[in-house]
């Protein structure tokens, strides 16, 4: 059984960081790539970043990039988001997501994990 487990999500100044950790188990991440999402109250869910887990290609939103890195651990079969500079508007749920590269399609979904940013 597959499972996406996010962590490190919590309450922070503008300015401040946070790291957010997404722990899988019941799949080899070399085989998928990986994707963070966030989904801020009222708004629709919108990518953050993902990478290819097997060749390190990554991608960035416009909006975050410069301030936030992926990155892999294949050892622990996890996946970070190191963020940094947060905004306000970086308030969200954030969730990782996994998906076979020949496909579009996310299948594999974690519970999410809540970002404040806030003074």
């Known amino acids: 059984q597959v499972q996406l487990v996010e962590s490190g999500g919590g309450l922070v100044q503008p300015g401040g960081s946070l790291r957010l950790s997404c722990a899988a188990s019941g799949l080899v991440l070399d085989y998928y790539t990986i994707g963070w999402f966030r989904q801020a109250p009222g708004k629709e869910r919108e990518g953050v970043s993902c990478?290819?887990?097997?060749?390190?290609?990554?991608y960035y939103r416009d909006s975050v990039k410069g301030r936030f890195t992926i990155s892999t651990d294949n050892a622990k079969n996890t996946v970070s988001l190191q963020m940094n500079s947060l905004k306000p508007e970086d308030t969200a749920v954030y969730y990782c997501a996994a998906r076979r590269p020949s496909t579009l399609r996310y299948g594999y979904w974690g519970q999410g994990t809540q970002v404040i940013v806030s003074s």
């Open positions: 990478v290819s887990v097997s060749d390190g290609s990554a």
